[in-house]
């Protein structure tokens, strides 16, 4: 046994870990500040374009279905790969290239909202008309990629390095962020709201592409704060090398061993110079990003908060939260843009009170069964407010004002259990997958949110009438429904298998 050190040797350690433990809480703080500044310029442009894309074309979903289609479709095509690149890169080059890539194709796609509201009011031609749409689409889809790039590396690999497998800490500091991503969620649609009524669409689609240009370099820079002062962030990814020499994935080939497919891939570009033609590289780097793409979804569907993760996913192909159908269904029964962005900071509002629920929560339940409170309190909720919609014609709030006011409480409400279940499987993912899975699972997790999210646009390009809208009211009810049974069934099984892990469990790492 080895001897117990004296009290001077303790004494010794306590300035070194008091300065530990000051670097820690200045990088996670300078952390906060940064993942503000990105949330608070794209909770802007997520509430402005639903209705600028509305006002381009009035009366009809069909623009607001295309944008989400594309934007979903690219984030599910693009996502795993863009999980596979933050894994394989060191962690400060990973994440400002996401916010980089956010912030400016934010700011762009601001900018052609911008020129087509002007050339709508115009007599210019169709065809310049409808560029500019078209850009706007496009390039407000990459910004989205970009947010998913960025919540991958900062929200689950930065927070999960930084707690150093402290299970009760991460609860913590996860909900810390979602705070931050819910107030933003409060007060950035509250000031493009008001700006859109009290000045014009065009302001705030102006004031939002300066916000992203300014508020880029202080993101970075805020990054670059955080890895100063935290050791733990500044330590390199173990499988960061292996996993860019398995990523060229041209001289690994019948190795099973990581380390040793790492070495030929190594000992191969050694010997091997790079003289390949224009087309043998645009041909190696297509079979590299499909490799790539289909690693990161065998990792997904292999790893063990697979149901889990599948549940949350579904939650997402709904129309039942307050994004961009739901906004312009809203906007169409004859709410303002103000009370709209009142309404939505209220389900952000409720959001909030989930994180500060659910450490305790967690802590006294553990992560399985707090997920099972969470997501049958959101179909409990969502229940109630959807089956009025289906009522006799006679009964007051079937349709009109109170019909809106009351799909809009019921979505406020709801937003508790669906955050809560939201910190839960989260959590679950971050503390049972390996750190070199990490970020490619959570890429897929996103992407397939993105496109169960996208698929729900479908059915309004085929029938665009708001008035049908309750129909698919009815089908996203039945999804969360789905959902609830998945997650519940897999816990079940679970449970029967052996004890729950709860929030203490080990980290794969």
């Not at 095509?77 to 999980?83: M, Q």
């Not at 659910?358 to 802590?363: G, I, Q, T």
Request: overall charge neutral; aromatic content about 8%; some cysteine.
């Amino acid at each position: 046994m080895s001897p117990s050190p004296s009290s001077e040797d303790a004494e010794s350690l306590l300035p070194h870990q008091a300065a530990a433990n000051t670097g820690s809480a200045v990088a996670l703080t300078a952390l906060y500040c940064s993942h503000g500044l990105s949330a608070w310029g794209q909770r802007m442009w997520e509430f402005d374009v639903g209705l600028v894309l509305l006002q381009l074309q009035p009366g009809s979903l069909r623009l607001v279905s295309i944008f989400g289609l594309a934007d979903g479709g690219l984030q599910g095509l693009l996502g795993g790969a863009v999980g596979a690149y933050i894994d394989r890169r060191p962690r400060l080059n990973a994440a400002r290239n996401m916010y980089l890539l956010q912030n400016v194709a934010v700011g762009l796609s601001a900018v052609a909202a911008w020129l087509a509201l002007g050339l709508q009011q115009g007599s210019q031609s169709a065809l310049l008309f409808w560029s500019c749409v078209i850009l706007l689409i496009a390039l407000g889809s990459i910004s989205s990629l970009g947010a998913l790039g960025a919540t991958v590396s900062v929200e689950k690999e930065w927070t999960k390095a930084l707690c150093q497998g402290d299970s009760k800490r991460l609860s913590q500091v996860n909900a810390g962020m979602r705070r931050i991503d819910l107030s933003c969620s409060i007060a950035a649609p509250i000031a493009a709201g008001f700006l859109m009524t009290m000045a014009s669409t065009r302001a705030a689609v102006m004031v939002i592409s300066l916000w992203n240009a300014a508020a880029c370099l202080p993101e970075c820079l805020l990054l670059g704060h955080a890895l100063k002062h935290s050791a733990a962030l500044r330590a390199p990814k173990e499988h960061q090398k292996e996993l860019e020499l398995q990523a060229l994935g041209v001289f690994s080939a019948g190795y099973t061993n990581p380390a040793a497919a790492a070495a030929a891939a190594a000992a191969g570009l050694a010997n091997h110079p790079p003289t390949h033609s224009m087309g043998s590289h645009l041909l190696s780097a297509a079979r590299a990003w499909l490799q790539s793409l289909w690693g990161s979804w065998r990792a997904y569907w292999t790893q063990p908060t697979f149901a889990a993760a599948i549940a949350l996913a579904l939650l997402y192909l709904t129309v039942l939260s307050l994004g961009l159908l739901m906004t312009a269904y809203i906007k169409d029964q004859g709410l303002t843009e103000a009370e709209l962005a009142v309404e939505r900071g209220l389900g952000a509002l409720t959001g909030i009170l989930a994180t500060f629920t659910f450490p305790p929560m967690s802590s006294r339940l553990g992560l399985d069964r707090s997920g099972l409170i969470g997501v049958w309190a959101q179909l409990a909720v969502l229940f109630v407010t959807v089956m009025p919609a289906f009522g006799p014609a006679s009964w007051p709030l079937h349709a009109g004002l109170g019909r809106a006011r009351l799909l809009l409480a019921g979505l406020v409400l709801s937003r508790w259990g669906l955050w809560s279940f939201d910190l839960a499987v989260t959590q679950m993912m971050q503390e049972r997958i390996a750190c070199s899975q990490l970020g490619a699972v959570s890429g897929v997790q996103s992407a397939l949110q993105s496109l169960l999210q996208s698929l729900s646009y479908i059915p309004t390009l085929v029938v665009s009438e708001l008035n049908s809208f309750k129909w698919l009211m009815l089908a996203s009810l039945g999804t969360v429904l789905m959902a609830a049974l998945t997650y519940s069934i897999a816990m079940y099984m679970a449970a029967s298998n052996g004890p729950e892990q709860g929030s203490g469990g080990d980290d794969a790492g």
